[in-house]
């Protein structure tokens, strides 16, 4: 009898108990499979570049499980609800008796788990799970009366009273094996969605993304919280593509972060206790997405907020995914995102307030086009942020946090550098006109930037009275 190990959001060989366990005992073969699911990931709107990584991640771990001895075989369902009988078919072939797997986070992907499991039941096939959905697991953070946190602050303060108690071990690679498996075998490599990103052909081995943590640590993590939030700067790790498939685990950040220092998260640096919330914000979004599924069904966290009835411009949204707004740090976030399929994340929070404050466009609408196009896309950290920005979500401060993207500009691009980039018709303008290329008349502009599509003032007024109709109203 043999085991089987599915890789799904888990791309890794370090720290990935699913693999590791199957591996314990020294005896006995070990399989593994990854599912390609083209017209499910459509509905989940993922976009080419994510698809692309994991590609060519799968590439590599294909290389990488096989000097463990373990043949990876890509395997394909258009659908989850096909998975079930796919799997079954590939336990029964290749005489499985346990299945391995680790937990993803999501409404669809916890009901596939459970008819997977279902079906191999019924072949005597068992299936374990283990959760690395978070570096706490979902549901073991709660408030003095059992509850989900609803507000960060208190969640991070019990986060860390848990995580301290608890420390953090990671697990190793398993030991090579004695007896082989199949050849890896990708006959369906042929099933990879079409408008898959071709452009990049990087490899991305783990040793890579692990360079990326070290070097990160060792050198830019003591200024974190002063350079985190100018976008000119790559002042952030640069790490979630790699976390959103699960190619290396937040885990591994945090035991790094310790490692490096004392291994004690009471001495950590200014900058080091900046990142280490991040990534407790990345924990505290994956527990409110599983304690709360409406979360997963496009659904507001705050239940009142459905009603909001945006204006939903279709040719206002078109600008602002262009990067034609007018406003010249938005437009520089929305065209790295085209480009490079990423975004940082403070003009993350500035696109987002715009779209939904100034133009009252409907966050589910931003939240799918961030989807489309991030190389990082993660159902959890994107529903969180969004919601965060329309303030239809889990947030301490209330409706009227409207970011102002003039301000924002001059704060946090104060030369001008990164619109210069990304806005290349402004580039030739200095400080201060390049913040606000119309106020000198439209022959300022080498190029043909736009006008503002609203007048700030007037947009945020108007956001006011639109939220305050409905708290008024609850
Ligand atoms: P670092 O600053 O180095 O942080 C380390 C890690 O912590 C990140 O890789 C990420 O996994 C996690 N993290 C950091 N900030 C946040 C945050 N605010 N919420 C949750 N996790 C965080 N992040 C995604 O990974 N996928 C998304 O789809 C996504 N969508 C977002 C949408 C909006 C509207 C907003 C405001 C934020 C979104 N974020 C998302 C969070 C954040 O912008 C990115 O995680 C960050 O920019 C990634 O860059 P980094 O790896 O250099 O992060």
Redesign the pocket.
Known sequence: MAKLVWFRDDLRTLDNPALFHACEKDEGQVFAIYVISPTQWLRHHWSPSRIGLIRRRIEALTAELAALNIGLTVLMADTYSEIPELIASHCQANDIDHLFINKEVGFNEGKRDREVKAALQLLGVATVAYDTRAILPPGSVLTGKDKPFSVFTPFKKAWLRLFSSAGVSCLPRPKARQCHTLSSSHNEASSWPENIDVNNSQTVTEEQILGTLRQ?VAEKVKD?HAD?DVPAIAG??????F??IGAIS?RQ?IARLLYQGSGDLSALSEGENV?LS??V??D??RHLIEAYPRLSMHRSFKPAYDSLQWCNDAQLFQQWCDGLTGYPLVDAGMRQLKHTG????RL??V??SFLTKHLLIDWRW??RY??QQ?V???????N???Q??ASTGADSVPYFRIFNPLLQAKRFDPDGSFIRKWVPELKSLAVPEIFEPHKKGRNLLAGDYPMPVVIHAEARQRALAFYKGINDAT
Request: glycine share 8%; charged share 15%.
């Open positions: 990160f974190y985190r952030t790790s640069a790490l979630s593509p976390l959103a937040a950040c990142w991040e990534l914000w990345r505290f979004y990423w975004m940082h994340n993350r929070m696109v987002a931003g939240e961030f989807m991030l990082d896309g993660d159902l959890a950290a994107n969180g942020g969004w965060w920005a």
